[in-house]
C-alpha cells in the first residue's frame, strides 16, 4: 500500500512571499488531516477534511492560511504571506474508519518550510 | 490541549525493555490512547492503542492500568533504530468521524549500544 505523499520535501521562502503544500493522502481514506510541527514541539492540526468538506479548522489562521481538497482526493495548503513563524514541518495524515487494522493515521513524511 | 503527561527524555541499553510511562488522568471513557513515534526527519508512525485492555503486537505492548488513568509502552528489545521521540495521545473522536490528535511534546528515547 502506498503511503501519504507530499511535495516539495524542502522549501525555503522570504517572509511576505506565498507558497503551496501538496498531499495526495492513501487511496480511500476520506479523512485528511494538515499538522504544523514547530521545532521542538508535537505536531499541532490545522485543519481535518472529511472527503472534500471542512470538519475542523479552529486552529487555522484564517487570515494567512488556506487550504482545499478539491474532489475529496488530494489537498494543498497555501501560506500568504509567509511569516518567519511560519518556519516549521507541514505533515499530511490520513484516516479511514474501516481501516480495521490501524483504527489511527497514517503520516507522511512532510514538507519543511524555511522562512527568512 | 494536549491531555497526556510523558518524561522528556529516557534512555536504554540496546537489547534491553524499554518501558515508557504517560499520564492521562482525565481519559474519558470512550476515549483510547494511542502511541505514535517519530524518527527524525519523518512523520509521526502509528504504534499501537487500546481502549482498557492490554494490547500487544508485533512492534510493542500496550499495558493501560484499571482505572485507565495511566499507560506504559514497553519495546521488549529496544534496538538502535527504536530511538525516537514517543508520542502518548487521547483520541478524541465525534461522530463518524476520527478526531483530532492533540500531541504533547512526547519522550525523546535513546537506546544506546
Known amino acids: 500500500e502506498a503511503g501519504v505523499a507530499q511535495s516539495p520535501r524542502y522549501k525555503i521562502i522570504e517572509k511576505r512571499q506565498s507558497v503551496a503544500f501538496w498531499c495526495n493522502p492513501i487511496s480511500g481514506h476520506a479523512t485528511l488531516y494538515w499538522y504544523q510541527q514547530i521545532l521542538g514541539q508535537g505536531p499541532k492540526l490545522l485543519i481535518q477534511?472529511?472527503?472534500?468538506?471542512?470538519?475542523?479548522d479552529s486552529q487555522l489562521p484564517k487570515d494567512r492560511f488556506s487550504a482545499e481538497r478539491l474532489k475529496g482526493v488530494d489537498s494543498t495548503l497555501k501560506i500568504q504571506p509567509a511569516k518567519l513563524e511560519d518556519s516549521a514541518v507541514y505533515l499530511c495524515?490520513?484516516?479511514?474508519?474501516?481501516?480495521?487494522?490501524?483504527?489511527?493515521?497514517?503520516f507522511g513524511s512532510g514538507t519543511r518550510l524555511t522562512v527568512v | 490541549d494536549a491531555k497526556t503527561t510523558q518524561p522528556p527524555s529516557m534512555d536504554c541499553a540496546e537489547g534491553r525493555a524499554a518501558n515508557l510511562p504517560c499520564n492521562h488522568s482525565?481519559?474519558?471513557?470512550?476515549?483510547?490512547v494511542y502511541w505514535y513515534r517519530q524518527i527524525h526527519s519523518q512523520g509521526p508512525q502509528y504504534i499501537i492503542h487500546g481502549l482498557k485492555n492490554n494490547e500487544t503486537n508485533e512492534m510493542a505492548s500496550l499495558i493501560i492500568t484499571e482505572d485507565r488513568k495511566s499507560s506504559t509502552l514497553i519495546l521488549p528489545h529496544a534496538t538502535l533504530r527504536d530511538t525516537a521521540v514517543y508520542y502518548c495521545i487521547v483520541r478524541v473522536a465525534r461522530g463518524s468521524t476520527l478526531g483530532r490528535l492533540y500531541f504533547g511534546r512526547g519522550t525523546q528515547l535513546t537506546v544506546w549500544p
Open positions: 477534511f472529511q472527503n472534500n468538506g471542512v470538519v475542523d
Open positions: 482525565t481519559i474519558s471513557g470512550n476515549e483510547y
Open positions: 495524515a490520513s484516516s479511514s474508519l474501516r481501516d480495521r487494522g490501524n483504527y489511527g493515521y497514517t
